[in-house]
């Protein structure tokens, strides 16, 4: 099972995600720049979404002496609102010295001033998720000592709807949609351009499961590359983009063909 690490931070957030047999851990960067906590746990769960991860690590800052202080009680309010944004379940775990770790990990390969700052808490990160997977391998079936579980919206919160004009509930046979900012989108929460390019593609299917199984509509035409993608500033993601694309198109078109609908690409070979 894939999991990531969240080592929470009020100025830097570091991820680390492990591969799937649970045995290799890697510090993810950039760290998340962010101060804000729900911009913090809205690029996490963007991350998670980003590295195919299916379980979520947040690290609980204790005490040495094993009490709790006002970190702490930060930590679990973030971990509450991690499990919401990413609609999983997150563990909370004990990441006392991992900084300390972290930190002789990076002396040990002559990692100091800038380049140290930019990757402490990432590494710290992959401590805290190399401590989960030791408890995990040796207590097999067993669930963890505390878990943040994700909640739903308060249903006593009304919200007021506004009446749609009628030339726009009658619902259109071919709709245009032009994919665009998730460089912008990743920029702005602190994560490298690949993360909002995976989450771009996340939600652009889930707008063709709506616009097409929901309302109905027939013809749906997606403008997902421009001239721009294939400049030299983008040469360096070109691959990473095809390949992104067509894992996604290709699951796309599956989804649409048991709706018997028919999906064409367009474009140069």
């Given amino acids: 099972m894939k999991w990531i690490a969240v080592d929470y931070g ?42 195919g991860a299916e379980g979520v690590v947040c690290g609980l800052p204790r005490n040495m002496d094993g009490t709790e202080g006002s970190r702490c009680v930060k930590s679990r309010r973030f971990a509450a609102r991690l499990a919401t944004a990413c609609g999983v379940p997150v563990v909370l775990w004990d990441e006392r010295r991992t900084t300390v770790t972290a930190a002789g990990i990076l002396s040990a390969n002559s990692t100091f001033g800038a380049d140290r700052k930019a990757r402490l808490d990432s590494v710290s990160a992959a401590v805290i998720l190399e401590s989960f997977l030791a408890w995990r391998k040796a207590h097999p079936g067993e669930e963890p000592p505390e878990v943040a579980a994700p909640t739903a919206p308060d249903a006593s919160i009304t919200r007021r709807v506004f009446p749609m004009p009628e030339a726009l509930t009658r619902i259109p046979t071919h709709a245009a949609i032009i994919v665009d900012g998730n460089r912008r ?45 294939f400049s030299p500033r983008c040469q360096g993601k070109y691959g990473y983009l095809m390949d992104l694309f067509a894992n996604n198109f290709r699951t796309i078109a599956e989804e649409m063909n048991e709706r018997d609908c028919q999906v064409l690409f367009s474009g140069p070979p």
Avoid at 18 to 26: F, H
Avoid at 210 to 227: E, M, N, P, R, W
Wanted: hydrophobic share 40%; glycine share 6%.
């Fill in 185 to 229: 989108w990743a920029k702005n929460r602190g994560l490298p351009a690949s993360f909002g390019h995976k989450a771009g593609f996340d939600r652009l299917k889930e707008i063709t499961r709506y616009a097409v199984g929901d309302c109905g509509i027939k013809v749906l035409s997606l403008y997902v590359f421009s001239t721009e993608n």
């Fill in 10 to 51: 009020e100025r830097r957030t570091g991820l680390a995600v492990c591969d799937a047999s649970e045995l290799i851990v890697t510090p993810v960067t950039p760290q998340i720049e962010e101060k804000s906590l729900n911009k913090v746990a809205e690029a996490a769960a963007a991350a998670r979404l980003a590295q």
